[in-house]
T-cell receptor, first 111, second 110 residues
Framework: DAGVTQTPRHEVAEKGQTIILKCEPV?????LFWYRQTKIQGLELLSYFRSKSLMEDGGAFKDRFKAEMLNSSFSTLKIQPTEPKDSAVYLCASSFFAEQFFGPGTRLTVL | GQQVQQSPASLVLQEGENAELQCNFSTSLNSMQWFYQRPGGSLVSLFYNPSGTKHSGRLTSTTVIKERRSSLHISSSQTTDSGTYLCALEGAGNTGKLIFGLGTTLQVQP
């Protein structure tokens, strides 16, 4: 079985650009999560879908971060406009009611 | 304050030594999960352990809900065990969301 896949693995953006990160969850999983990981803050939840419905829209991340799940096998995270403080690793995870499995992540650098 | 606290923050071992990593939480729990992360790598699930004790090779996870703690025991450590170990809990209510600790960074020296 394929695990969680994420593309691209690395992204470099100029400040103010729009970037879109992609995630494909494990087939059959009904929960999908987007996290951001930095050395200082650790792992922070950005968005959370259950059966394609948005359950959490990111709180403090709402204004420039938008996650969508157009079908059960594909999700995107859009950051618009990017700022240097958005430089981090963005992780996608999926689960079937319990244990979460993570993708390889996208390392974003905003100049 | 931090709902999930891990200790120690970092640990250095000689190969062959054992390690005990702790995770304490201040909220009621629905499930507990332990992850391993190599530098620059993603999170690999080690244990999904809502309660009791589970074993996997040289690793043992024990979660005691009443005492609001979980531990990860590594026996006969190897240099390939080096990396960061993260615990995460799902709070009561079956929300599906995990709250992560900041991790324990382990370095095993030959």
């Amino acid at each position: 079985d394929a695990g969680v896949t994420q593309t691209p693995r690395h992204e470099v953006a100029e400040k103010g650009q729009t970037i879109i990160l992609k995630c494909e969850p494990v087939s059959g999983h009904n929960d999908l999560f987007w996290y951001r990981q930095t050395k200082i803050q650790g792992l922070e939840l950005l968005s959370y879908f259950r059966s394609k419905s948005l359950m959490e829209d990111g709180g403090a991340f709402k204004d420039r971060f938008k996650a969508e799940m157009l079908n059960s096998s594909f999700s995107t995270l859009k950051i618009q406009p990017t700022e240097p403080k958005d430089s981090a690793v963005y992780l996608c995870a999926s689960s079937f009611f319990a244990e979460q499995f993570f993708g390889p992540g996208t390392r974003l650098t905003v100049l | 304050g931090q709902q999930v606290q891990q200790s120690p923050a970092s640990l250095v071992l000689q190969e062959g030594e054992n390690a005990e990593l702790q995770c304490n939480f201040s909220t009621s729990l629905n499930s507990m999960q332990w992850f391993y992360q190599r530098p620059g790598g993603s999170l690999v699930s080690l244990f999904y352990n809502p309660s009791g004790t589970k074993h996997s090779g040289r690793l043992t996870s024990t979660t005691v809900i009443k005492e609001r703690r979980s531990s990860l025991h590594i026996s006969s450590s190897q240099t390939t065990d080096s990396g960061t170990y993260l615990c995460a809990l799902e709070g009561a209510g079956n929300t599906g969301k995990l709250i992560f600790g900041l991790g324990t960074t382990l370095q095993v020296q030959p």
